[in-house]
């Protein structure tokens, strides 16, 4: 099984993901990782911290001459900004933060909860995704990232080839599809900025040429559409996730949720097998399994919980009334959340595709998924 853990805390030496079932063989693009690494850094509205920080994976571990041997993969990100040994704690807890019921379930500090709860724990993530991703682009599976709504302005995505998907999210501050709708964005993060507040948003990510059956129906727990919404909201400040139409189908009468199949022999060959449907409300999951359709996942993320404006709360010693505390923070990072929303999802397909096709070589996984297909196609003859 495909797994990873991170460590490390925000102003700590810095962040390590280990990944492990990585299958040998395969090519590590270092430069991949780091490029995820940098854009997870970008994004209109972002910190002070990020001026600091040029985010860069060593791998300690796990490779040879530039491919994977099968066995752990170590990959470490270092703090610039390392100085956990000389911060104080926070005496003001922070509303919409764990430092509050952090610092009462362990017993101890609010720092202790802060360092670890940060969003900085995401860098190990987005490494560790990258990874994934660089695996799935060698089977030609791809993953693409990209804002969908900051505050009430809503920025829709365009039906496009993955390649133009990614040259225009990558020509937009914001990482949306419209770079050219970029300005009214940046304006409002910046009257939100003066207002000393924070604003949030939607982020989605689409898979496309997954093969058929990554998942199952048979176990609640192994069922991808579950395991795609656990892992997204994992992700620091997601508070909702949709696959596919997601909560618009509940207002819709079944003829117009559900996906007609249709069949186009000159397609035999993709991924769907020749299977089509005119459109995607399901997202590319049915019954917990993969359809041959794009998967398309959705997340909307809170507002960043560190205000200028601060709002109500206590001296955790006098128990009498404080404005909270107040960290360095962003205003807005919800083009970051994209990266780390696409690096992730990239984990879980990664993940669920070595469960069915193997996890010893790259080679072996791309041979099975090709002999899977075909025995797919002479089944259903």
């Not at 430069?31 to 860069?56: C, K, S």
């Not at 104080?88 to 009462?104: F, K, M, T, V």
């Not at 509940?250 to 089509?276: C, M, N, W």
Request: with cysteine; glycine share 10%; proline share 3%.
């Amino acid at each position: 099984m495909l797994t990873y853990r991170t460590a490390g805390e925000s102003h700590g030496k810095g962040i390590l993901a280990l990944v492990d079932g990585y299958p040998a063989g395969a090519v590590i693009d270092i430069e991949r990782i780091d490029h995820e690494l940098r854009r997870r850094q970008g994004g209109y509205g972002r910190g002070g911290r990020q001026a600091i920080e040029t985010d860069r994976a060593e791998v300690l571990t796990g490779i040879w001459q530039g491919r994977s041997i099968g066995s752990p993969i170590a990959l470490w990100v270092v703090n610039r900004d390392y100085r956990l040994e000389t911060l104080e704690d926070l005496s003001r807890p922070r509303p919409g933060h764990g430092d509050l019921s952090g610092s009462i379930k362990y017993l101890g500090s609010i720092r202790g909860i802060l360092e670890r709860a940060s969003a900085r724990e995401t860098a190990g993530r987005v490494a560790a995704g990258a990874l994934a991703s660089g695996l799935l682009a060698q089977l030609d599976i791809r993953v693409v990232g990209y804002v969908v709504s900051i505050g009430e302005i809503e920025v829709s995505p365009i039906d496009a080839p993955y390649e133009e998907l990614v040259e225009r999210r990558d020509r937009s501050e914001l990482y949306t599809l419209r770079p050219e709708d970029d300005q009214a964005l940046k304006d409002r993060i910046d009257r939100c900025r003066e207002e000393g507040d924070t604003l949030g948003g939607v982020v989605e990510v689409r898979v496309e040429g997954v093969p058929f059956g990554l998942g199952t129906h048979a176990q609640w727990d192994q069922k991808l559409d579950g395991r795609l919404a656990r892992a997204a909201m994992a992700v620091q400040a997601i508070k909702g996730v949709e696959i596919g139409a997601g909560f618009e189908a509940a207002k819709l009468p079944g003829s117009e949720v559900h996906d007609a199949i249709q069949f186009d022999a000159a397609k035999r060959e993709e991924s769907t097998l020749g299977y089509v449907r005119p459109t995607n409300r399901a997202g590319g999951l049915e019954a917990g399994m993969t359809n041959g359709q794009p998967i398309i996942v959705r997340a909307a993320m809170k507002p960043i919980a560190t205000l200028r404006k601060a709002l109500e709360s206590i001296d955790r010693e006098t128990k009498e009334p404080q404005e909270a505390s107040y960290e360095r923070s962003d205003v807005c990072a919800v083009s970051a959340t994209s990266v780390v929303m696409e690096n992730i999802v990239a984990f879980e397909i990664a993940t669920a595709l070595i469960e069915k096709f193997g996890d010893d070589s790259w080679e072996e996984i791309a041979a099975r998924i090709k002999l899977f297909n075909q025995m797919a196609i002479d089944a259903n003859k």
